[in-house]
């Protein structure tokens, strides 16, 4: 087997599913955080002390390879499905080994893509998991991710045909077509996150991390930051929405918004949107469930965001509708708003944070 150097002192429970991971995937990632300092063990301190909202296996660097968490237990880390045209359906948060390739500015991408190489060849030796079973996020769930060796398939071609010649496979099968962007926006991403600091390129005692920035200042707490993706301090955390007014439920927060449309939806609460959560959720409007028990929870993250839906009380009225209506126009950029909050479209995605 071969010999290769692991970092366990980070390992944790943080963010998993704990005892809940049966693995058949090994699934490779890249950070897409090119913030200096923000290498391998940086990232596993981070998710060891707390500081992230997502959670993988294992980090890789040009400093080296650092385990997070046991293969044991499930990570936060495949998702939810992003379109495209991707081969495999069943990889899931629960079935997979999760490695991230760290991208920062003052590392080595190339000797951090050597590092992560032999750690799968080990991975395959140990788990027993095949080399055909080795794939990208793109091809579970189609996010454009690894960025890098999506963006140059080359170097997808190279990992694959190193990973597969030291156990005398004949490698993995390539996909017989180009791999198409979703038609969701998936270039690259652009994150906000909120906590209480920035150091070595990570968000400390990150709350959440969002796409939108109106999102990262509507939940940014008294004494907590928006940071953008340098590190750069966007919004101090005060009593008021982007949109200059007081919200009704100012802590009603992201995350506690998903956990309550879980329960509601009779999704697994486990604060992460993902595939099983967006099935489940139902269409609400004026006219459609418009008493729905998730009908109250919709309401609240509204008023939370600074889209005035009056008080929250369950009942899909005139007040809903407008503040649909005006949340479509200004966040999802409809022509033609039409009140309801639906998975045909992209409402639920969004208000659950899902791009």
């Not at 990992?159 to 156990?167: D, E, G, L, T």
């Not at 919200?247 to 486990?270: C, E, L, M, R």
Request: net charge positive.
């Amino acid at each position: 087997m071969s010999k290769i150097t692991i970092n366990r002192e980070f390992i944790s429970k943080n963010n998993t599913y704990a005892g809940r991971n049966v693995p058949k995937y090994i699934v490779i990632h890249e950070t897409d955080n090119y913030a200096i300092g923000a290498g391998a063990k940086r990232h596993a301190e981070a998710q060891f002390l707390g500081h992230l909202s997502m959670s993988v296996q294992y980090y890789v660097g040009s400093d080296g390879i650092y385990q997070a968490a046991e293969h044991v237990d499930g990570t936060y880390s495949v998702g939810t499905e992003y379109g495209g045209n991707h081969n495999i359906h069943d990889a899931n948060n629960r079935n997979t080994i999760n490695i991230e390739i760290c991208v920062n500015k003052d590392g080595n991408y190339e000797k951090a893509r050597k590092n992560a190489i032999e750690l799968v060849r080990y991975l395959i030796q140990s788990t027993g998991i095949p080399a055909e079973r080795v794939i990208r996020h793109f091809d579970a769930k189609g996010k454009w991710c690894p960025r890098k060796m999506m963006d140059n398939l080359e170097l997808w071609e190279d990992f694959k045909r190193q990973i597969s010649a030291q156990n005398g496979t004949s490698g993995v099968q390539s996909e017989n077509k180009k791999p198409e962007k979703p038609t969701e926006n998936n270039q690259k991403e652009v994150w906000y996150r909120v906590g209480s600091g920035w150091k070595n390129g990570i968000c400390q005692n990150q709350t959440g991390a969002y796409h939108n920035k109106d999102f990262a200042i509507a939940d940014c707490k008294k004494n907590q930051k928006v940071f953008d993706e340098n590190g750069k301090v966007i919004h101090f955390g005060e009593n008021t929405t982007e949109h200059g007014q007081t919200a009704t439920i100012i802590n009603y927060t992201q995350k506690q918004f998903v956990i309550d449309v879980q329960k509601a939806t009779g999704s697994n609460p486990d604060g992460i949107a993902g595939d099983e959560t967006i099935k489940n959720t139902v269409t609400v409007s004026s006219t459609k469930n418009r008493k729905h028990p998730v009908v109250i929870h919709i309401q609240k993250r509204l008023n939370a965001l600074g889209y005035n839906c009056g008080n929250a009380d369950g009942i899909a009225g005139e007040k809903f509708t407008a503040a649909v209506n005006s949340y479509q126009k200004n966040v999802l950029g409809y022509k033609n708003t039409d009140g309801e909050v639906t998975a045909k479209k992209k409402m639920w995605k969004s208000l659950l944070g899902m791009f």
